[in-house]
T-cell receptor
């Protein structure tokens, strides 16, 4: 596709449920990033992939968060046993290389945990 | 420590006014990149500009201009003759070298700009 797409756009989960958020990066982009954006805040880095390799997961807030990109294209962010503090917009971005390139963002998935 | 500060939380102007959004950064690296992104009400972050640490030339793109000054660690963004469509949250971000060739962005808290007709 022309841009980064994410699905679903909105997700409501009951506390304790598992959720999976999908990101389709721009075709051919090597790097993929996940960010978490709370209301009224800037994005916070979660994790980074170069192709299928997860090179940095230092921003994942707990071991309930897991991300994968098995074929170096589509990525999934999974949150297990969701809690209310997980409510946020989850943004995916891709960039063409691993150098200082601009990152192109998807529309985000707004997760609400009740 | 790496940090980006956008001291202006909210700005409100009347259409056609000029407005400057401030960004101050902290980094220990000599090589880094600075970015501005726009986040309209729809939520999707839109890339505006990237500037590397070795290029202090100011840049102009239409009604947008950027002033990068290493001496004051600032990278300010000016919109000339603002329009209602400029209403959005604007984020300044910093990218520096990380282990593993990571290029994660460090973000400011954003400045919410409201341009009123």
């Amino acid at each position: 596709g022309a841009g980064v797409s994410q699905s679903p756009r909105y997700k409501v989960a009951k506390r304790g449920q598992d959720v999976a958020l999908r990101c389709d990066p721009i075709s051919g982009h090597v790097s993929l990033f996940w960010y978490q954006q709370a209301l009224g805040q800037g994005p916070e880095f979660l994790t980074y992939f170069q192709n299928e390799a997860q090179l940095d997961k230092s921003g994942l807030p707990s071991d309930r968060f897991f991300a994968e990109r098995p074929e170096g294209s589509v990525s999934t962010l999974k949150i297990q046993r969701t809690q209310q503090e997980d409510s946020a917009v989850y943004l995916c971005a891709s960039s063409i290389r691993t150098s200082y390139n601009e990152q192109f963002f998807g529309p985000g998935t707004r997760l609400t945990v009740l | 420590a790496q940090k980006v500060t956008q001291a202006q939380t909210e700005i409100s102007v009347v259409e056609k006014e000029d407005v400057t959004l401030d960004c101050v950064y902290e980094t220990r690296d000599t090589t880094y990149y600075l970015f501005w992104y726009k986040q309209p009400p729809s939520g999707e972050l839109v890339f505006l500009i990237r500037r590397n640490s070795f290029d202090e030339q100011n840049e102009i793109s239409g009604r947008y201009s950027w002033n990068f000054q290493k001496s004051t660690s600032s990278f300010n963004f000016t919109i000339t003759a603002s329009q209602v469509v400029d209403s959005a949250v604007y984020f300044c971000a910093l990218s520096e070298a990380q282990a593993g060739n990571n290029r994660k962005l460090i973000w400011g808290l954003g400045t919410s700009l409201a341009v009123n007709p």
